[in-house]
């Protein structure tokens, strides 16, 4: 990348998966669409591999497929994985300056993702819950940031550590410019 820009999801690995889980679950395009919040041509659109997904729409559709929001963004597995800084799958938020990183996807029976995360301040990422029984855990690299349940967050420095429900809503707020973390989701 020669502007320094974390690249966008690939669009067939993003139409694989939901039509892959979609399948899995049973579910029409009508109905996946109407449990997720959107429009039924948003949805087939995305499965055709057309779009521009932002973070909440598919975390709408993982949370209604019930699936970790990684099972809709990882890339085919090679046997050695290396994510350069800079590199790797990246999804924005359109409501932040939230931009998350999918380090690692949670392999087959183990239900964890790891992503590196910037932020910087002037926005709140608020998040909706996700599935039942997760744990978020947060590791600060840089900068600070606020982080935890609405209404008990806390304020993070370089090299603190803080575990949380997910399954509540919850807020990332940087409070210094070049704020970077480590997120991992562990699901239940």
């Known amino acids: 990348m020669t502007d320094g820009a974390p690249s966008r999801l690939p669009l067939d690995w993003i139409a694989a998966a939901l039509r892959r889980e979609r399948t899995r679950a049973g579910l029409s395009l009508s109905e996946l669409a109407k449990r997720a919040g959107i429009a039924k041509s948003t949805l087939s659109q995305l499965e055709a591999a057309g779009g521009n997904p932002s973070m909440e729409t598919l975390w709408a559709l993982a949370v209604a497929l019930g699936v970790p929001f990684s099972a809709l963004v990882e890339p085919p597995a090679p046997r050695v994985q290396v994510v350069r800084a800079g590199e790797g799958p990246t999804v924005r938020s359109d409501r932040s300056s939230y931009v998350a990183t999918l380090l690692s996807a949670s392999p087959p029976g183990a239900r964890r993702d ?48 803080m575990a949380y429900r997910g399954d509540v809503p919850h807020r990332y707020e940087a409070l210094e410019p070049g704020t970077k973390f480590v997120l991992i989701m562990q699901h239940v």
């Open 114 to 161: 790891l992503y590196a995360v910037d932020l910087e301040p002037g926005t709140v990422r608020a998040s909706d819950p996700h599935m039942p029984g997760t744990v978020e855990h947060v590791v600060v690299s840089a900068g600070r940031v606020s982080a935890g349940p609405e209404g008990e967050e806390v304020d993070l420095g370089v090299g603190d550590y």
